[in-house]
């Protein structure tokens, strides 16, 4: 298994080299020269596995024996899938109506991004202890990534954490979940603007592959294909457990399953596209709120970032530059590098692309979309509790919005995607006119110690954000030789 760049400027790197990666050299991101195929034998033989099971199943496909061996491989994900809170991992709330509910929040910062994120952190921690060597993750965030990259990584001694989040533009659970950690090797940096924003710093910083070899600079944003790796796991499982193979001949074609996403940087709509081309008979459809992009890219081919990201109720999905699509792209014009090079280009220099309208048609093949307004997040989270005395978060209700809005289609089953708890996002809850009781983990959250440094907002702010966190690299490194801690 290698792996090449999205731009076709990168090819023949393996596993261990994409992860200590961020975007590739040229600008793109990785992903595999070719796809493994998911046949109905191997589907059926993985019917019933517990997730983290199939997770060591779909790593396996990716990741060669060479680098890292299956004992050490089913170690790695059994510790790292060791502390959630149900001993599922994952779960699926079967509600009224054929409302299937998976729930990809169990982890320590209740979000899905701790599946992939502890795993991908036990992958980083294996290799640098294997080769006694250190390396720093530089992580922007809209919400969840940051505290879940933070929660993983804390204390490991090889390794050190740089995140940035917006100031003002996320929930009080989602921001104690990152400045209440205070270990050695975590440093949190509150910037004044929008996540899309703090991109922008991020990407010239990657860019530089002095600063990126030097500092040992990496990422572990949806960017990371290793996240996205393991993200496969959960549209298989689901698959497995909500497609209805079961009660299909062996001989026979494989039934459909409908999986409706909440979608922001389309991290999880790229894995799901991808199992979609390894096999899996999936049906995809990417649930926005009114930063729209994704939706309009499908529906008119207007491929165009708003002038500013607006601030709603599903804050973690509040992103107009949806980077995953890149992925997206690449796969559905053919893995053609040229091509994708030039349209990303174009959209990162303008902001804006049209695309041509056999492109868009390809796209409206393989995913579907819906808009939600917040109006629309807080009757679905209203309705699921009056129907099921379930509380959604604000973001899979996002999801949840196409149960109720949109036709079933007969004979097909449907999944609707989990992504956070409502813990993490209490006011919209109560705006909602509903309760949760909080877990004593988020209650405790208040009482700790908090640590970060402010990004101000200035006349020339991306360059100046960009020399500060240069400087902050740059100033850790440092101190890491000395080996001595960096606060005291």
């Known amino acids: 298994m290698k792996y090449c760049s999205t731009r076709g400027g990168v090819h023949g790197w393996d596993f261990r080299d994409v992860l200590f990666s961020g975007f590739a050299p040229d600008g793109g991101m990785f992903m595999p020269e070719s796809l493994p195929v998911?046949?109905?034998?191997?589907?059926?033989?993985?019917?019933?596995?517990?997730?983290?099971?199939?997770?060591?199943?779909?790593?396996?496909?990716?990741?060669?024996?060479?680098?890292?061996?299956?004992?050490?491989?089913?170690?790695?994900?059994?510790?790292?899938?060791?502390?959630?809170?149900?001993?599922?991992?994952?779960?699926?709330?079967?509600?009224?109506?054929?409302?299937?509910?998976?729930?990809?929040?169990?982890?320590?910062?209740?979000?899905?991004?701790?599946?992939?994120?502890?795993?991908?952190?036990?992958?980083?921690?294996?290799?640098?202890?294997?080769?006694n060597r250190r390396a720093m993750v530089l992580v922007g965030t809209s919400g969840d990534?940051?505290?879940?990259?933070?929660?993983?990584?804390?204390?490991?001694?090889?390794?050190?954490?740089?995140?940035?989040?917006?100031?003002?533009?996320?929930?009080?659970?989602?921001?104690?979940?990152?400045?209440?950690?205070?270990?050695?090797?975590?440093?949190?940096?509150?910037?004044?603007?929008?996540?899309?924003?703090?991109?922008?710093?991020?990407?010239?910083?990657?860019?530089?592959?002095?600063?990126?070899?030097?500092?040992?600079?990496m990422s572990l944003n949806s960017v990371n294909f290793s996240r996205v790796m393991i993200q496969l796991a959960h549209f298989i499982y689901a698959y497995l457990e909500l497609s209805g193979m079961e009660q299909t001949d062996t001989d026979a074609a494989l039934p459909e399953l409908e999986v409706v996403v909440p979608t922001g940087g389309a991290g999880n709509i790229a894995a799901g596209y991808i199992v979609k081309q390894m096999g899996l008979p999936l049906k995809l459809v990417a649930m926005v709120n009114s930063n729209d992009i994704v939706h309009r890219t499908v529906t008119t081919g207007d491929f165009s970032m708003a002038a500013n990201v607006t601030q709603t109720l599903a804050p973690a999905i509040d992103i107009q530059d949806p980077y995953n699509m890149e992925r997206v792209f690449w796969l559905l014009l053919g893995r053609n590098g040229a091509l994708v090079k030039t349209m990303m280009e174009k959209f990162q220099h303008s902001h804006r692309h049209s695309l041509p309208e056999n492109h868009r048609k390809l796209l409206s093949q393989v995913l579907s979309t819906g808009t939600v307004t917040d109006e629309g997040i807080l009757e679905i989270m209203r309705r699921?509790?009056?129907?099921?005395?379930?509380?959604?978060?604000?973001?899979?209700?996002?999801?949840?919005?196409?149960?109720?809005?949109?036709?079933?289609?007969?004979?097909?089953?449907?999944?609707?995607?989990?992504?956070?708890?409502?813990?993490?996002?209490?006011?919209?809850v109560l705006r909602a006119g509903l309760t949760f009781d909080l877990p004593e983990a988020v209650l405790a959250l208040d009482k700790l110690p908090t640590r970060y440094q402010n990004l101000e907002r200035s006349h020339s702010w991306c360059k100046d954000w960009e020399d500060r966190l240069r400087e902050f690299i740059q100033s850790v490194s440092i101190v890491r030789k000395s080996g001595e801690a960096y606060y005291t």
Not at 158 to 164: E, P, Q, R, S
Request: net charge negative; with cysteine.
């Open 38 to 131: 998911l046949s109905s034998d191997t589907l059926r033989c993985w019917k019933g596995l517990p997730y983290t099971k199939l997770v060591v199943e779909v790593a396996s496909l990716f990741i060669p024996t060479q680098l890292i061996p299956r004992d050490d491989l089913e170690v790695l994900v059994g510790e790292a899938l060791s502390g959630f809170s149900v001993p599922e991992v994952v779960r699926i709330a079967r509600l009224k109506n054929g409302l299937s509910v998976l729930e990809l929040f169990h982890g320590d910062t209740l979000a899905f991004k701790d599946l992939a994120m502890t795993c991908t952190v036990r992958f980083l921690d294996y290799f640098l202890r294997k080769e």
């Open 145 to 217: 990534t940051g505290g879940s990259a933070i929660q993983s990584a804390k204390g490991l001694p090889g390794l050190d954490v740089v995140v940035v989040y917006p100031r003002g533009r996320i929930t009080p659970v989602q921001e104690r979940h990152m400045i209440s950690c205070v270990q050695d090797n975590v440093h949190v940096f509150a910037a004044d603007g929008s996540s899309d924003d703090i991109d922008q710093p991020l990407r010239r910083l990657f860019a530089d592959q002095d600063l990126v070899k030097s500092h040992g600079l």
């Open 384 to 428: 699921c509790w009056d129907e099921n005395e379930y509380v959604l978060c604000p973001h899979s209700a996002v999801a949840v919005w196409h149960h109720y809005h949109c036709p079933h289609s007969p004979g097909v089953n449907r999944c609707y995607v989990a992504t956070a708890s409502p813990a993490k996002f209490q006011a919209t």
